[in-house]
């Protein structure tokens, strides 16, 4: 009995120092434990666990007793010594063997759960570069996208300004057109009362022709 606990506790011993520092060891150890806590490990663990507690009780109360019957008698057995000794020192290697799988467990569940926020920090980390990522390409887009509205704009307001130019050049030749078109019309009624009075000059040439040539006949 006292060689097992002797060895359970040697072999807790080992696997909290493994624990405690990072090593290939470790990696082992911890899917080991996370094995035995699947399915019906931990059952088992808690069964011997209670075993070795209930044993531990009894180791107690057996001490109890002896201490009782050394006051009751007033006088120390060399077989009372020897049993008193024997309980004790399985007493606390039970104690320590329950006291180094607590620690194990502990260990165990803080080393997974550092892993798993590490994990998640990671995983934060990551999608924080990526939309940081992602807001300096978006901010880039939208320069670049301004740059090219930008150049367009120019390039609308170069063309508004030629476009501004034609017009005006048009205007100027519909006022000139609209101009000279006068000048042609002023210069048409002009011809046309030039040739009114030639007309009627004629037509007087003609009657003054036509009375002449009668009075010669009479």
Do not use: C
């Amino acid at each position: 009995m006292q060689q097992l606990l002797f060895t359970v506790i040697l072999s807790e011993m080992a696997l909290i120092l493994v624990l405690l520092f990072k090593t290939p060891l470790r990696k082992l150890v911890i899917m080991g434990l996370d094995r035995v806590k699947r399915g019906r490990g931990p059952i088992m663990v808690k069964t011997v666990g209670a075993t070795v507690f209930v044993v531990l009780l009894s180791s107690v109360y057996s001490m109890t007793k002896i201490r009782k019957r050394w006051i009751d008698e007033g006088a120390v057995n060399p077989t009372d010594q020897v049993l008193m000794a024997k309980h004790l020192l399985e007493a606390t290697l039970m104690g320590s063997s329950l006291f180094l799988a607590l620690m194990i467990d502990r260990l165990h569940h803080y080393i997974r759960e550092l892993r798993i926020r590490r994990k998640s920090m990671e995983a934060v980390q990551k999608q924080a570069r990526g939309s940081e990522n992602g807001k300096v390409e978006e901010a880039k887009a939208l320069e670049e996208e301004t740059a090219k509205l930008r150049e367009k704009l120019k390039h609308l307001e170069s063309e508004l300004e030629t476009r501004t130019k034609e017009v005006n050049a048009a205007e100027a030749n519909a006022v000139a057109l609209s101009k000279q078109s006068e000048g042609f019309l002023l210069e048409y009624d002009r011809l046309l009362e030039e040739n009114q009075n030639l007309r009627n000059q004629l037509q007087s040439l003609d009657r003054r022709l036509s009375h002449s040539g009668s009075k010669k006949n009479t």
